[in-house]
């Protein structure tokens, strides 16, 4: 049994940064596509970017040129770096992955979300 556990959220102002991470514990195998999804209030969750075990990134259109996904297969971790950070981008962020996942379909595993507030 595959668990995440994402980190990394909290209230930053509108042109901020922050870096999320994402820990898988378990047996998390590297060809998994994992990504990062996000949900907020009123609104249906929405992919924000996935990445292949061999790198191979997709991204929302929105998010395109301020977030970069990234992973470290060694150490069964996924980032989240987002820079220049808008108001539209609150929403509490999930971490993804599993055996079915591509890079615009989300897999079967899902952490329990961290919350991220850009607010002034």
């Known amino acids: 049994q595959v668990q995440l556990v994402e980190s990394g959220g909290g209230l930053v102002q509108p042109g901020g940064s922050l870096r999320l991470s994402c820990a898988a514990s378990?047996?998390?195998?590297?060809?998994?596509?994992m990504g990062w999804y996000r949900q907020a209030p009123g609104k249906q969750r929405e992919l924000v970017a996935a990445?292949?075990?061999?790198?191979?990134?997709n991204y929302k259109d929105s998010v395109w040129g301020r977030f970069t996904i990234s992973r470290d297969n060694a150490k069964n971790m996924v980032y989240l770096q987002m820079i220049s950070l808008r108001p539209e981008d609150t929403a509490v962020y999930y971490c993804?992955?599993?055996?079915?996942?591509?890079?615009?379909?989300?897999?079967?595993?899902w952490g329990k979300g961290t919350l991220v507030t850009v607010s002034s």
């Open positions: 990445i292949t075990g061999g790198g191979v990134t």
């Open positions: 378990g047996t998390m195998p590297s060809r998994y596509v």
């Open positions: 993804n992955g599993g055996p079915l996942a591509t890079l615009t379909r989300a897999g079967s595993y």
